[in-house]
C-alpha cells in the first residue's frame, strides 16, 4: 500500500483546510486508515483514524473541530480541519494498518498545515 497525502497549505485562525490520502494497492476498504502529525520539537501524534466499519476516533485536542472520513471507491481518506489554531500547526501523515490492534505500517509522506496569521 502507497500513500500520499495532499492538501495542505497556510491558513489563518478559524479557518479551515481538507487533507486527502489517496491509497495504491488492494485492499484499502479493509484497513484502518489515520492522521498523524508532527510539530517541530514535539512528538508525532495520532490525531484521528478510522476503521473500515466507519469507527472513528480523535485526539481530544481535535475533537469537533476535525472529521475524517472515507471514500473505498476511490482509495481516498479525507480530513476536514475546521476552527484551525496556531497549535495546529504541523506536518500531518496518513497512515495505514490492518487491524485496530496491528501496528501501523504503511505511511505517506507527509503535508505540511500551517495556521498563522
Known amino acids: 500500500v502507497q500513500l500520499q497525502a495532499s492538501g495542505g497549505g497556510l491558513v489563518q485562525p478559524g479557518g479551515s483546510l481538507r487533507l486527502s490520502c489517496a491509497a495504491s494497492?488492494?485492499?484499502?476498504?479493509?484497513?484502518?486508515m489515520g492522521w498523524y502529525r508532527q510539530a517541530p520539537g514535539k512528538q508525532r501524534e495520532l490525531v484521528t483514524l478510522?476503521?473500515?466499519?466507519?469507527?472513528?476516533t480523535y485526539a481530544d485536542s481535535v475533537k469537533g473541530r476535525f472529521t475524517i472520513s472515507r471514500d473505498n471507491a476511490k482509495n481516498t481518506v479525507y480530513l476536514q480541519m475546521n476552527s484551525l489554531k496556531p497549535e495546529d500547526t504541523a506536518v500531518y501523515l496518513c497512515?495505514?494498518?490492518?487491524?485496530?490492534?496491528?501496528?501501523?505500517?504503511?505511511w505517506g509522506q507527509g503535508t505540511l498545515v500551517t495556521v498563522s496569521s
Open positions: 494497492g488492494s485492499g484499502f476498504s479493509n484497513n484502518v
Open positions: 478510522i476503521t473500515s466499519g466507519g469507527t472513528t
Open positions: 497512515a495505514a494498518k490492518q487491524s485496530l490492534a496491528a501496528r501501523w505500517i504503511y
